[in-house]
C-alpha cells in the first residue's frame, strides 16, 4: 500500500482544513488507519483512528470534538476534518495504514505517507 497525503497549509486559529490521504492497491479496504502528527522537536503522536468497518472511529483527547476522521473505501481515500484549530495543533500530519496491533502506537503501522503541513497561525 502506497499512501499520499494531501490537504495541509496555513490557518488562522479558529479556521478549518481538511485532509486526504490516497492508497494505492486493491487491498485498502482490508487496513485499519489512522493519522498521526509530529511537531517540530516532539515525538509523533496519534490523532485519530478508524478500522475497517468504518463504523468505529477513535480521537486522541486533545482533538476529541474538533477532528473527524472518515473513509470512502470505494474511493481509498481517509480524511481527517480538522475544525476550530489551535495553534498547538500546527505540525507535520501522517496518514498510515495498520494491519493489526495498537492504533495509538506509530510501531503498529506497516505503511506511512510522506506527510502534509499544517500550520495555524494565531
Known amino acids: 500500500v502506497q499512501l499520499q497525503a494531501s490537504g495541509g497549509g496555513l490557518v488562522q486559529a479558529g479556521g478549518s482544513l481538511r485532509l486526504s490521504c490516497a492508497a494505492s492497491?486493491?487491498?485498502?479496504?482490508?487496513?485499519?488507519m489512522g493519522w498521526f502528527r509530529q511537531a517540530s522537536g516532539k515525538e509523533r503522536e496519534f490523532v485519530a483512528g478508524i478500522i475497517r468497518n468504518i463504523i468505529s472511529t477513535y480521537y486522541a483527547e486533545s482533538v476529541k470534538g474538533r477532528f473527524t476522521i472518515s473513509r470512502d473505501n470505494a474511493k481509498n481515500t481517509v480524511y481527517l476534518q480538522m475544525n476550530s484549530l489551535k495553534t498547538e495543533d500546527t505540525a507535520v500530519y501522517y496518514c498510515a495504514a495498520r494491519d493489526r496491533g495498537d492504533m495509538t502506537i506509530p510501531g503498529s503501522y506497516d505503511y506511512w505517507g510522506q506527510g502534509t503541513q499544517v500550520t495555524v497561525s494565531s
Open positions: 492497491g486493491r487491498t485498502f479496504s482490508t487496513y485499519a
